[in-house]
């Protein structure tokens, strides 16, 4: 509005376009300098597991927390990681590169690091009996995966999302809040829990009909189910049997069932996030010794049930070198819950495909 400049259009042209570069220059220049820097190749985040400290990592496999392949229970455990040429993560050292120049995310942040199905509305509610599938991957991929069960499988699907993505899987995710998939009756708040029940139906008629994938990936953090309806205790059998017969009607029509270990409980008495803003200096603090998941050990109860089945241990690459800690090379590993976040799984991409990658191939 200056006079100056409605005098001279040409003047006031300028004068605008100047101020719009420096903007724009300045812009770019922030996001630089916050972007976190990440260090290595291969998968979106940098994360390079050739490197770093593999002091303790073989202790992880021989203490209990998977060791390989077990004949007969088709449990694909850290082996896999090692035979793809990935050394098992010990306990960091000083001087182990960090994914990222800057703690990432920020504790304060961290129950907002989540996979962006949530905001696709792909998580269905308590009260929801059926599923429309979300799409992720390579929405043209001829090799169709289907990821199915509660939030500990839809954890994952951000480095699900990459590998389809390479790999050229249309990954197609139903999941269901605090829902396994299993032909088992679960309680919520001690009622039964049918909305659950309904929806797994409806899944499994989806996966046996026009949407048959060629792998379904499953997890959850449930442990114990009702063996039949009308019973009056829930027993892990119960939900082994459930899980068992799901699975049996996915293996009769060609598809692979892959479970997923359920990440580890976090020790102490509140949220890791919490832990890690108050002891920032030191995130050390905020570590707990490793302890397996009752559900993975209802899962791999189920896997050994049924023909072709596997059960893939993530745990020694949640919880490195036997322990389990709240910061791992700069990178919050939990957020809520026993959730890990959103970063983390992506971080953990490459573990994971080692052992996916060469599962799903063998089926095609």
């Known amino acids: 509005h200056a006079r100056t400049l409605n005098a001279t259009p040409r003047y006031a042209l300028s004068v605008g376009f100047n101020f719009t570069a420096v903007s724009l220059l300045a812009g770019l220049l922030l996001i ?9 190749g291969g998968q979106p985040t940098g994360a390079d597991w050739t490197q770093g400290s593999t ?14 392949t077990e004949d007969g229970t088709g449990t694909d455990g850290p082996a896999g990681g090692e035979s793809a040429g990935l050394p098992l993560p010990g306990v960091e050292q000083p001087g182990d590169p960090p994914f990222f120049d800057q703690l990432t995310p920020d504790p304060l942040e961290a129950t ?22 979300c799409e992720f991957g390579d929405l ?17 699907v951000p480095a699900l999302d990459t590998l389809g993505q390479e790999q050229g899987w249309l990954v197609r995710v139903y999941t269901k ?14 009622s039964p829990y049918r909305e659950c029940r309904a929806w797994g139906q409806d899944v499994l008629d989806r996966l046996t009909g026009a949407e048959r994938p060629d792998v379904a990936i499953t997890s959850g953090v449930k442990s114990i189910g009702l063996p039949e309806d009308g019973a009056a205790e829930m027993t892990a059998e119960g939900l082994t049997d459930g899980y068992a017969r799901f699975w049996r009607a996915l293996n009769d029509q060609g598809t692979r069932v892959i479970a997923l270990s359920d990440t580890p ?7 890791v996030y919490e832990c890690v803003d108050e002891h920032r200096e030191d995130p050390s603090v905020c570590s707990w010794p490793y302890e397996p998941s009752p559900a993975s050990g209802t899962l791999q109860d189920a896997v050994a049930q049924v023909e072709d089945a596997h059960f893939v ?14 910061v791992f090379r700069n990178v919050l590993t939990y957020r809520q819950g026993s959730h890990i976040t959103a970063t983390f799984v992506s971080v953990l991409t490459e573990p994971l495909a080692a052992y996916l990658v060469p599962l799903v191939d063998e089926v095609l």
């Not at 809040?177 to 001690?190: I, K, R, T, Y």
């Not at 409980?265 to 949220?271: A, D, L, R, V």
């Open 32 to 40: 630089q300098a916050t972007t976190p820097t990440t260090t290595g």
């Open 265 to 271: 409980q976090p020790g102490g008495s509140g949220p």
């Open 112 to 133: 907002a690091d989540v996979p962006a199905l949530y905001d696709q509305g792909c998580q269905r509610t308590a009260e929801d009996t059926s599923s429309e599938p």
């Open 140 to 156: 043209d991929g001829d090799v169709v995966v289907a990821v199915v069960g509660d939030s500990k499988v839809a954890q994952w």
């Open 313 to 326: 241990d993530m745990d020694p690459w949640v919880c490195p070198g036997g322990t389990c800690v709240g």
């Open 177 to 190: 809040q605090a829902c396994a998939f299993a032909d088992s009756m679960l309680l919520v708040e001690d």
């Open 55 to 68: 002091q303790d990592g073989g202790a992880a496999a021989d203490d209990g927390t998977g060791g390989g």
